[in-house]
């Protein structure tokens, strides 16, 4: 089969190339999915870079991706979950770095694996379970959002978006920092946008009269901000952050789980979650995805297509 690989850690993106590759092996509980797409995430990249080493075995080559939308043709032994022909959605994520998504076939455990809903694109479906599953981690660590004012940085990006939607369908009053070119898309979600940057602090208090009840990070180097702006007894969230918990707030880490990519494929297919596709690229354009991705200023997602 063909995939995107890479043969050591490098920041050097022209180092990932498209390789010929011998069929992913079925363990049993696992389903083998022909892949349609598969989102891009900022991981992906750091990844490649060796940023994670220290937590997550690395097995080179390396086919990266963790997201996938696709096609089951085979089941493992004593998978009765599925059959072949079933279309599909997962968070891939194994507990090595080896076998990712960025190819035409991958295995997937079935406990990360969830049915992909007839009203979602091939691309949309690629592009939520890691960003979708981040999101609504998220905004459930923050607990009860019902007429509250939370803030979401990074808002307009692709697991930002998601948790814009999410705290909305939950009653709460969202302020989202974004760029000026894309306060009318956070607008166009039902939040608040405001622009980052210098004297953001001041222009939250403004925007929400006062302190705001919780925040969700997803931007990274905002802490001191959120500690600014957050109201004595509120909570936060970070999954750019570790520091947080030093602070009294939750560093978050999705975990591949196939029942909660299922709640977000039923609130997609209800119509309470938008999920944009800023540009698709085949396999061998993963250089120019990474780039992007890299670049940080995406609004929606990016997402390969074998």
Do not use: C
Not at 238 to 246: F, G, I, K, L, Y
């Amino acid at each position: 089969m063909r995939a995107v690989v890479y043969e050591q850690f490098s920041t050097d993106l022209d180092t990932l190339e498209v390789r010929e590759l011998p069929e992913p092996k079925l363990p049993p509980a696992s389903v083998l999915v022909e892949v349609r797409a598969a989102g891009v995430n900022p991981v992906d990249w750091k990844l490649m870079a060796g940023y994670l080493d220290a937590i997550l075995p690395t097995h080179f080559p390396v086919i990266p991706g963790w997201d996938v939308a696709g096609v089951v043709v085979a089941v493992g032994m004593d998978t009765p979950e599925f059959q072949i022909g079933d279309e599909v959605m997962a968070y891939a994520r194994k507990d090595s770095v080896n076998a990712g998504t960025f190819a035409e076939r991958v295995a997937v455990p079935v406990t990360a694996v969830a049915r992909k809903p007839a009203s979602l694109s091939w691309e949309q479906a690629g592009a939520l379970p890691l960003a979708g599953g981040t999101a609504l981690r998220a905004i459930d660590a923050l607990g009860e959002l019902h007429a509250r004012t939370v803030l979401i940085h990074a808002a307009a990006g692709g697991v930002g978006s998601l948790a814009v939607q999410i705290a909305i369908a939950r009653g709460a009053r969202v302020i989202g920092t974004a760029s000026e070119h894309n306060h009318d898309y956070l607008r166009s979600l039902g939040a608040h946008p405001v622009t980052y940057g210098d004297g953001l602090a001041d222009r939250v208090h403004a925007l929400a009269d006062g302190p705001v009840d919780a925040v969700a990070d997803f931007a990274g180097g905002v802490l001191p901000v959120t500690l600014e702006v957050l109201a004595p007894d509120g909570v936060h969230v970070s999954v750019a952050d570790s520091s947080v918990t030093e602070h009294g707030g939750r560093h978050i880490w999705v975990r591949p789980d196939g029942a909660e990519t299922e709640r977000l494929a039923r609130l997609a297919d209800e119509g309470g979650l938008r999920v944009e596709v800023a540009e698709t690229f085949p396999l061998e354009r993963t250089a120019d995805a990474f780039r992007a991705s890299r670049r940080g200023h995406t609004r929606g997602k990016l997402v390969i297509i074998p």
